[in-house]
């Protein structure tokens, strides 16, 4: 092992640990802010951008996408679009079917 | 026969197979968690009331179970970091960990499901605790899957660090990846089901 190698590793072990204590942080806040009992589409809106922020962190660090080959984030990005289009089909039901008037 | 592109990246994909056919393997993981959280909001958008989950559910207990999974990520890809700086009893530490924590996660969900069932709450009782159930009972599945294979990989197939270590290395890795993305599914499924 070469050092600059270690030391790169090493970098990546802090950056694990902020990573870490970031995770730690984002889901006290995402218990504190449901304490508030806030209007439904208020809380839903905070916490899911709270847990976004917190998958995010997982995906780009833990799971190396920050620094990933372009075809694992292509895949993603087609993912990403076929899960966006499955969340709404919900959506389409609650307005009854508008595309047929 | 030998496996081709374990540790040599393919001149087209510029990775190696296993760690394109994890990120495949995941994405249809993702479509498939998908579906269900579309059917939570499809019921949950139709009911006429719906519950608040802190009320039915025990948020102190699932923040734990938080808090371990969120452990278990560190711990896992502390592993692999271990085994990138070619330290084989370091990484058995940290997988041994991982396991546990895995573990401790399971146990706490058994309290939690035993106790809805001794208070006479069921999947049939209602939508949101068949959703509960069926969100909460398909995680605890992959968690369960993913610590046998973190187990082989403390166990025997640790072997393969004598001959390949490279290969060992890019698979525990992969079984990183599954890891993290159950991690990831509960960073999102905590607050639907048990906060909102």
Same mark, same amino acid.
């Given at each position: 092992m070469t050092s600059d190698h270690a030391v790169d590793i090493d970098k990546h072990v802090r950056i694990y640990? +902020?990573? &870490?204590?970031?995770?730690?942080?984002?889901?006290?806040?995402?218990?504190?802010?449901?304490? &508030? /009992?806030?209007?439904? /589409?208020?809380?839903? +809106?905070?916490? @899911?951008?709270?847990?976004?922020?917190? $998958?995010?962190?997982?995906?780009?660090?833990?799971?190396?996408?920050i620094s990933e080959k372009k075809l694992i984030l292509a895949v993603l990005a087609l993912t990403v679009v076929f899960f966006i289009a499955l969340l709404a089909l919900p959506v389409v039901t609650v307005h009854d079917g508008f595309w047929i008037h | 026969m030998e496996i081709p592109y374990t540790v040599e990246l393919r001149r087209d994909t510029g990775l190696n197979n296993g760690k394109i056919g994890i990120w495949l393997f995941l994405a249809s993981e993702v479509m498939l968690f998908g579906a269900? &959280?579309?059917?939570? %909001?499809?019921?949950? *958008? $139709?009911?006429?009331?719906?519950?608040? $989950?802190?009320? %039915?559910?025990?948020?102190?207990?699932? *923040? &734990? !179970? +938080?808090?371990?999974? %969120?452990?278990?990520?560190?711990?896992?890809?502390m592993a692999w970091a271990s085994l990138m700086r070619r330290r084989l009893g370091t990484f058995r530490i940290y997988m041994a960990a991982t396991i546990l924590l895995g573990f401790v996660f399971l146990v706490v969900k058994y309290f939690e499901y035993s106790h809805k069932f001794e208070t006479g709450l069921f999947p049939s009782?209602? !939508?949101?605790?068949?959703?509960?159930?069926?969100?909460?009972?398909? /995680?605890?599945? /992959?968690?369960?899957?993913?610590?046998?294979? !973190?187990?082989?990989? @403390? $166990?025997?197939?640790?072997?393969?660090? =004598? +001959?390949?270590? =490279?290969?060992f290395t890019n698979r525990v890795e992969n079984a990183g990846l599954f890891w993290h993305f159950v991690d990831l599914v509960w960073i999102f499924l905590f607050p639907t089901l048990y906060l909102l």
């Open positions: 640990i +902020t990573v &870490f204590v970031a995770l730690l942080v984002l889901t006290v806040v995402t218990v504190a802010i449901s304490r &508030f /009992h806030l209007p439904v /589409h208020q809380a839903v +809106t905070i916490a @899911l951008i709270v847990a976004t922020i917190k $998958g995010s962190l997982v995906a780009c660090y833990f799971m190396h996408l | 269900l &959280f579309a059917s939570y %909001i499809l019921i949950r *958008t $139709g009911a006429p009331v719906w519950p608040r $989950g802190d009320t %039915i559910l025990n948020v102190p207990l699932a *923040t &734990f !179970n +938080t808090l371990v999974l %969120i452990s278990s990520s560190v711990t896992m890809v009782t209602n !939508n949101f605790l068949a959703l509960y159930f069926t969100l909460t009972g398909l /995680h605890m599945l /992959h968690v369960f899957g993913g610590m046998c294979v !973190n187990a082989y990989f @403390l $166990g025997p197939g640790s072997k393969l660090w =004598e +001959t390949n270590p =490279e290969w």
